[in-house]
């Protein structure tokens, strides 16, 4: 075969099955003599737990056992979550699977009813007495740290959770005393919660003295480690399947209380037990995401140049330690942005709080950072009275100083930053935009053009490498294994395409698998924007080794010297006589005559990051009377490196603008003084309808990754991370006649005209 599949636009082959009902997910699969589960959660935000008594629902019809956290502690397992302290000045506490004495956010579990059918076990949730003494709560991040505020943790008796302070001081008061201008934001980045269209579920069986375990989450591998490590086994006697999932975003890479407890349920009674949270127990204990304060200030020279930042940022993890890194860990990284900034530093605290703990949700830091650094870039341009695009260009760091490393220790990659610019303000037609945006306030009407300019760190730091396996069949066909799993990305598609180009197989005959940790040595999974990275890199090494093996068997094959031996489109043929050829498909069926495997496996351990970038413009119209946005164009141009497959890129960053704009305009998780979520269900948390995105322009620049042999980068993120700045700014360069220089997220109607009500300007 000839024709190369990577850079062309071949449909995702995983859809039939998704559109005609024909995917598994966990719930869909059904084990003989399986056993149900359903979770007492708390009421309350903060209490101590004076008792339990379970005897009445113990005793209902059709219950086989309940479970509390006492039962827990009483066996071998640990039982407990404990997240290594990765963060500056880390004080991660416990996390009890099942509390036993205080709860601190409300659904924290508390109790597992065991029955013999879903609805027996849920009904028996009303049957179990606890007594609580209510304690007083905290919701709001900075709150928390006040001397008044009520402790969570007796280890972090400040609410302290971490502090990271960075930069250096003196050099940064140095520079903004000798700044000629200033420009500052305070922002608060709202907490979300994520949604997936399938909620989690987990299926535990006993199985040749270990442990199965059938879920829905993105981290396989991981969570043989999690799972061992809390249940007191070792990794070999655990097997995780992870089959398809309906959505991940991050919220499916985290370790769960629940998956826990209904493993060492099924242990415990020998028999297979299923959960399936509902929707409502979703929204209460899936761990949310962002929930920030965001205070930044530039320092600038009068020709536009930006000569130092400093931020004062403050985060929640929520009632617990449950995600190592935090947000924090992609936060301080990227505060450079695409920009040359000589000083940077500040700090970022992170608190306890009387909340859903918070872990990644599509973006992990990096929708917050940017958020940050483009809605303070906007402010310098209007300090020094500058078009913002101009003021963008005349800071982006240059095409050829590459690798670039900030000011905060970033070393990015690759980049021509301006090229993305210049190419989305060519698809607006930026200046003749900014004309008719003067000539429609003439008549009344408030135009705003949103600029976002947005780079992150895809794929991971070295050490935290990505297994492949590639593997011929008898009948010459083609499988991958990979440490990826994929829940909504492509891989099957993508990664058959390249394979397809690596070996010369016919990209129909080649099957792609991931979820199933039997099938290698190791593995970590998909979040970060890392699959191609790292996954692919590793496939096309391991695909590398096959090829050298299958090489061996052409030797012999067609009688030839290894050095007259060569490789093209599949067929290996004797140098100068194309005619004396084999195809690697009859060689691998030969090879297994011979009793030759030709299976090879590979880690990929990155060098450093990937650098993702891009500029986004969203153009919207406001109506300052009912404070109503309308879009008007929304063009995304995004550089992820080499491109596998075009259609694949475009959904990514299609899906990724759809959860930017619902950030911005719709979403927001939000709980009462006592922390009591009010946000408990969809008729309260507003996501955003097909009808409320725009049509998306997208066009892409590709700058390869010197980082992996395929030369991508993530994109999995990057409309996230770009498309809530850019309708911020839009909406805030729209009310700019009115001295409006911030509206609260998310921007409804309401919070929009109520920015026009308390401004200092008129229109």
Same mark, same amino acid.
């Given at each position: 075969?000839?024709?190369?599949?990577?850079?062309?636009?071949?449909?995702?082959?995983?859809?039939?099955?998704?559109?005609?009902?024909?995917?598994?997910?966990? @719930?869909?699969?059904?084990?003989?003599?399986?056993?149900?589960?359903?979770?007492?959660?708390?009421?309350?935000?903060?209490?101590?737990?004076?008792?339990?008594?379970?005897?009445?629902? =113990?005793?209902?019809?059709?219950?086989?056992?309940?479970?509390?956290?006492?039962?827990?502690?009483?066996?071998?397992?640990?039982?407990?979550?404990?997240?290594?302290? %990765?963060?500056?000045?880390?004080?991660?506490?416990?996390?009890?699977?099942?509390?036993?004495?205080?709860?601190?956010?409300?659904?924290?579990?508390?109790?597992?009813?065991?029955?013999?059918?879903?609805?027996?076990?849920?009904?028996?949730?009303?049957?179990?007495?606890?007594?609580?003494?209510?304690?007083?709560?905290?919701?709001?991040?900075?709150?928390?740290?006040?001397?008044?505020?009520?402790?969570?943790?007796?280890?972090?008796?400040?609410?302290?959770?971490?502090?990271?302070?960075?930069?250096?001081?003196?050099?940064?008061?140095?520079?903004?005393?000798?700044?000629?201008?200033?420009?500052?934001?305070?922002?608060?980045?709202?907490?979300?919660?994520? @949604?997936?269209?399938?909620?989690?579920?987990?299926?535990?069986?006993?199985?040749? @003295?270990?442990?199965?375990?059938?879920?829905?989450?993105?981290?396989?591998?991981?969570?043989?480690?999690?799972?061992?490590?809390?249940?007191?086994?070792?990794?070999?006697?655990?097997?995780?399947?992870?089959?398809?999932?309906?959505?991940?975003?991050?919220?499916?890479?985290?370790?769960?209380?629940?998956?826990?407890?209904? *493993?060492?349920?099924?242990?415990?009674?020998?028999?297979?037990?299923?959960?399936?949270?509902?929707?409502?127990?979703?929204?209460?204990?899936?761990?949310?995401?962002?929930?920030?304060?965001?205070?930044?200030?530039? =320092?600038?020279? @009068?020709?536009?140049?930006?000569?130092?930042?400093?931020?004062?940022?403050?985060?929640?993890?929520?009632?617990?330690?449950?995600?190592?890194?935090?947000?924090?860990?992609?936060?301080?990284?990227?505060?450079?942005?695409?920009?040359?900034?000589?000083?940077?530093?500040?700090?970022?605290?992170?608190?306890?709080?009387?909340?859903?703990?918070?872990?990644?949700?599509?973006?992990? /830091?990096?929708?917050?950072?940017?958020?940050?650094?483009?809605?303070?870039?906007?402010?310098?341009?209007?300090?020094?009275?500058?078009?913002? =695009?101009?003021?963008?260009?005349?800071?982006?760091?240059?095409?050829?100083?590459?690798?670039?490393?900030?000011?905060?220790?970033?070393?990015?990659?690759?980049?021509?930053?301006?090229?993305?610019?210049?190419?989305?303000?060519?698809?607006?037609?930026?200046?003749?935009?900014?004309?008719?945006?003067?000539?429609?306030?003439?008549? /009344?009407?408030?135009? /705003?053009?949103?600029?976002?300019?947005?780079?992150?760190?895809?794929?991971?730091?070295?050490?935290?490498?990505?297994?492949?396996?590639?593997?011929?069949?008898?009948?010459?066909?083609?499988?991958?294994?990979?440490?990826?799993?994929?829940?909504?990305?492509?891989?099957?598609?993508?990664?058959?395409?390249?394979?397809?180009?690596?070996?010369?197989?016919?990209?129909?005959?080649?099957?792609?698998?991931?979820?199933?940790?039997?099938?290698?040595?190791?593995?970590?999974?998909?979040?970060?924007?890392?699959?191609?990275?790292?996954?692919?890199?590793?496939?096309?090494?391991?695909?590398?080794?096959?090829?050298?093996?299958?090489?061996?068997?052409?030797?012999?094959?067609?009688?030839?010297?290894?050095?007259?031996?060569?490789?093209?489109?599949?067929?290996?043929?004797?140098?100068?006589?194309?005619?004396?050829? %084999?195809?690697?498909? &009859?060689?691998?069926?030969?090879?297994?005559?011979?009793?030759?495997?030709?299976?090879?496996?590979?880690?990929?351990?990155?060098?450093?990051?990937?650098?993702?970038?891009?500029?986004?413009?969203?153009?919207?119209?406001?109506?300052?009377?009912?404070?109503?946005?309308?879009?008007?164009?929304?063009?995304?141009?995004?550089?992820?490196?080499?491109? %596998?497959?075009?259609?694949?890129?475009?959904?990514? %960053?299609?899906?990724?603008?759809?959860?930017?704009?619902?950030?911005?305009?719709?979403?927001?998780?939000?709980?009462?003084?006592?922390?009591?979520?009010?946000?408990? *269900?969809?008729?309260?948390?507003?996501?955003?309808?097909?009808?409320?995105?725009?049509?998306?322009?997208?066009?892409?620049?590709?700058?390869? *990754?010197?980082?992996?042999?395929?030369?991508?980068?993530?994109?999995?993120?990057?409309?996230?991370?770009?498309?809530?700045?850019?309708?911020?700014?839009?909406?805030?360069?729209?009310?700019?006649?009115?001295?409006? &220089?911030?509206?609260?997220?998310?921007?409804?109607?309401?919070?929009?005209?109520?920015?026009?009500? &308390?401004?200092?300007?008129?229109?």
């Amino acid at each position: 075969m000839s024709e190369k599949l990577v850079g062309t636009p071949k449909h995702r082959r995983e859809d039939p099955d998704l559109v005609r009902g024909d995917a598994t997910y966990t @719930d869909d699969v059904q084990v003989p003599e399986a056993a149900h589960a359903a979770i007492l959660r708390s009421r309350h935000a903060h209490a101590s737990i004076e008792s339990i008594d379970a005897s009445e629902a =113990a005793a209902a019809e059709g219950v086989v056992e309940v479970i509390t956290g006492e039962d827990i502690e009483q066996s071998d397992a640990p039982g407990v979550i404990q997240v290594p302290p %990765i963060m500056p000045n880390a004080v991660p506490t416990p996390f009890p699977v099942l509390a036993t004495d205080v709860v601190r956010y409300v659904g924290e579990a508390i109790a597992v009813v065991v029955a013999e059918d879903r609805y027996v076990a849920h009904d028996a949730l009303d049957l179990i007495d606890v007594e609580y003494e209510r304690r007083e709560a905290v919701v709001d991040v900075r709150e928390a740290l006040e001397e008044d505020a009520p402790t969570l943790h007796e280890e972090a008796p400040d609410n302290l959770a971490f502090d990271w302070p960075f930069g250096d001081e003196e050099a940064l008061d140095e520079a903004f005393a000798e700044a000629d201008a200033t420009a500052s934001v305070e922002l608060q980045n709202q907490r979300l919660i994520g @949604d997936p269209m399938e909620p989690r579920s987990v299926l535990a069986e006993v199985e040749d @003295d270990g442990l199965k375990v059938t879920m829905s989450t993105q981290v396989p591998h991981m969570e043989v480690d999690h799972l061992a490590g809390t249940l007191g086994l070792d990794e070999e006697d655990v097997h995780v399947v992870s089959p398809d999932v309906g959505g991940g975003f991050g919220i499916k890479g985290g370790e769960y209380p629940e998956e826990v407890v209904v *493993s060492w349920c099924a242990l415990h009674l020998d028999r297979p037990v299923k959960w399936t949270e509902t929707r409502s127990e979703a929204h209460q204990a899936d761990y949310q995401s962002r929930d920030w304060y965001l205070d930044g200030e530039l =320092a600038l020279d @009068d020709d536009g140049t930006i000569t130092a930042m400093r931020v004062d940022c403050a985060n929640t993890v929520g009632g617990y330690f449950a995600f190592g890194p935090t947000l924090a860990g992609n936060f301080q990284p990227l505060l450079s942005g695409q920009y040359e900034i000589d000083e940077i530093g500040g700090r970022i605290v992170g608190s306890y709080t009387n909340t859903t703990p918070t872990a990644s949700y599509r973006g992990a /830091g990096r929708p917050e950072v940017m958020y940050l650094v483009e809605r303070l870039i906007d402010a310098g341009a209007r300090e020094l009275d500058m078009d913002p =695009a101009e003021f963008r260009r005349r800071n982006l760091v240059p095409s050829d100083a590459f690798p670039y490393e900030s000011a905060v220790g970033a070393v990015y990659d690759s980049g021509d930053y301006e090229r993305a610019l210049d190419l989305a303000l060519e698809h607006v037609d930026y200046d003749a935009l900014r004309e008719r945006q003067a000539e429609l306030r003439e008549e /009344g009407r408030y135009l /705003g053009i949103g600029i976002s300019s947005i780079i992150e760190n895809s794929a991971n730091q070295p050490g935290m490498g990505e297994f492949g396996r590639v593997r011929f069949g008898r009948d010459g066909k083609l499988t991958a294994y990979l440490g990826t799993h994929d829940h909504g990305q492509g891989h099957e598609t993508s990664f058959a395409q390249i394979l397809s180009d690596e070996l010369g197989v016919e990209y129909d005959d080649i099957e792609i698998e991931e979820g199933d940790t039997q099938h290698l040595p190791g593995g970590v999974g998909t979040f970060g924007s890392r699959s191609m990275s790292l996954g692919g890199a590793a496939m096309v090494e391991a695909a590398e080794r096959v090829k050298e093996e299958a090489r061996e068997v052409a030797v012999d094959e067609l009688e030839a010297a290894p050095e007259d031996i060569e490789f093209a489109d599949g067929e290996f043929h004797v140098t100068g006589a194309p005619e004396r050829s %084999i195809h690697i498909t &009859e060689i691998a069926r030969r090879a297994a005559d011979r009793e030759v495997d030709l299976d090879a496996t590979e880690e990929y351990d990155p060098p450093n990051f990937g650098w993702p970038f891009g500029t986004h413009i969203a153009v919207v119209e406001v109506d300052p009377e009912s404070g109503e946005v309308d879009f008007e164009r929304y063009v995304a141009v995004d550089d992820c490196g080499t491109i %596998i497959n075009p259609m694949i890129v475009d959904g990514q %960053i299609h899906g990724g603008v759809a959860q930017g704009i619902g950030q911005a305009l719709y979403e927001g998780a939000e709980y009462d003084d006592n922390g009591q979520l009010v946000t408990g *269900s969809l008729q309260d948390y507003a996501l955003p309808r097909a009808s409320h995105i725009p049509e998306l322009e997208t066009d892409e620049t590709e700058t390869p *990754s010197p980082h992996n042999p395929l030369g991508v980068k993530g994109t999995g993120e990057a409309g996230t991370t770009a498309a809530t700045p850019a309708v911020m700014n839009a909406i805030v360069d729209a009310l700019e006649p009115f001295g409006v &220089e911030d509206v609260e997220m998310p921007a409804r109607p309401e919070a929009v005209w109520r920015a026009i009500e &308390e401004s200092d300007g008129s229109a």
